[in-house]
């Protein structure tokens, strides 16, 4: 059974960063995975932020501007997101996301939010 765990969430003013972490386990195919970071403000849709495939090539919201980084470890199966200048529109639940053999997996969410 493949489980994704993000880490890394929490409060922070604007202007800051943050560094979300997500680990995925039960798998052996984390490597050949696209993985991508979405997420759901109050009120909202979820949205996808950011995506990044087996070969390491990165996709990004229109609303990142340059301010945020996927990557991804396949030797620690994690994928993070590295979240700079944070703006308090950026605030919500930040879920990871794994596309693994045609399957679909989610994780629980860890939330951002950004005062003002």
């Known amino acids: 059974q493949v489980q994704l765990v993000e880490s890394g969430g929490g409060l922070v003013q604007a202007g800051g960063s943050l560094r979300l972490s997500c680990v995925a386990s039960?798998?052996?195919?984390?490597?050949?995975?696209?993985m991508g970071w979405y997420r759901q403000a109050p009120g909202k849709q979820r949205e996808r932020v950011a995506i990044?495939?087996?070969?390491?090539?990165?996709k990004y919201a229109d609303f990142v501007n340059g301010r945020f980084t996927i990557s991804r470890d396949n030797a620690k199966n994690t994928v993070y997101l590295q979240m700079n200048s944070l703006k308090p529109e950026d605030t919500g639940v930040y879920y990871c996301?794994?596309?693994?053999?045609?399957?679909?997996?989610w994780g629980q969410g860890t939330q951002v939010t950004v005062s003002s």
């Open positions: 996301h794994a596309l693994i053999r045609s399957v679909n997996y």
């Open positions: 039960g798998t052996i195919f984390f490597s050949s995975s696209l």
């Open positions: 990044i495939d087996s070969g390491s090539v990165t």
